[in-house]
């Protein structure tokens, strides 16, 4: 269970939880949360709008896992209720009915997880894959299908260097709502900043041990948007940063940090 604001004002609680089942041959994964964001929307004339995404809903996920394999199965449903408001006029390319909408969404999955530890890995792998469309019957006021696939690997460089790399590509159907269309999702870039209909990122981590329970790291990482629309404009925007890390919990590997991070802007 936890909460959060920002410097901007932005607000939220939440509480959930993560357990496994029969020696870890079901995983699930859920929550509740009520949200207030507020963001910049730059749209397709890349200018900011300040934006407000008030939204109330739910996330349950499980998984099984195939045979003794590191390979999952499951399906993950989303419900959220979001109120939307511009602080000036609305856009006017976007729908006022995107303004109210209701998001009812199923995916199926495709997991792989060979990570050492799912909190703070040092080694291993972690693929997801998602099929997903949102549909009345689930609960959605709009029909649209979304589709992502991203990948986690860890790989030791030497007793205390271990190198991680990330990709994530993001794709969404033309009836997607704006704020639901993927962005550049990278640390020192703002959410939301740079949107598309199809987005694609790939990331590396150097992380140094310097103590048993002290680590550095240094980061960098490229993102590019895509759409056959017209109006998105297909951009290209990079990050770098370092950070530190405190191991809190041994016996999890639950660490605890601050990154800071630069984007273009």
């Known amino acids: ?52 995404i008030d939204a109330i809903g739910t996330v349950q996920q499980l998984t099984s896992r195939i045979n003794n394999s590191n390979w999952m199965l499951g399906g993950r449903y989303l419900y959220f209720d979001t109120d939307i408001g511009f602080s000036a006029s609305k856009p006017a390319f976007i729908d006022r009915r995107q303004l109210d909408l209701e998001i009812g969404r199923l995916g199926f999955l495709v997991n792989y997880d060979s990570r050492d530890n799912i909190l703070s890995p040092s080694e291993g792998i972690f693929f ?7 549909r009345d019957w689930l609960g959605a006021s709009v029909d649209f299908e979304d589709y992502a696939a991203r990948i986690h690997a860890y790989m030791p460089v030497s007793e205390k260097l271990t190198l991680g790399l990330r990709g994530d590509l993001k794709a969404s159907s033309d009836a997607a709502p704006f704020f639901f269309l993927p962005y550049i999702n990278l640390r020192g870039i703002p959410a939301m900043r740079y949107q598309g209909e199809q987005v694609m990122l790939a990331e590396t981590e150097l992380n140094w041990q310097l103590k048993p329970r002290w680590s550095l790291l240094a980061f960098t990482g490229i993102g590019k948007t895509f759409g056959d629309n017209p109006l998105i404009k297909s951009e290209t925007a990079n990050n770098y940063g370092v950070g530190f890390r ?20």
């Open 128 to 134: 997801e894959g998602e099929i997903a469309a949102a």
């Open 246 to 265: 405190y191991l809190v919990a041994s016996k999890l590997g639950l660490k605890v940090g601050v990154d800071v991070a630069r984007g273009p802007e």
């Open 1 to 52: 269970a936890g909460g959060f604001r920002t410097e901007n004002g932005s607000k939220g609680i939440f509480a959930g939880g993560f357990r496994t089942f029969r020696n870890d041959q079901y995983r699930y994964l859920g929550g509740l949360g009520k949200f207030s964001i507020n963001l910049d929307y730059y749209g397709p004339l890349n200018r900011p709008r300040a934006l407000n």
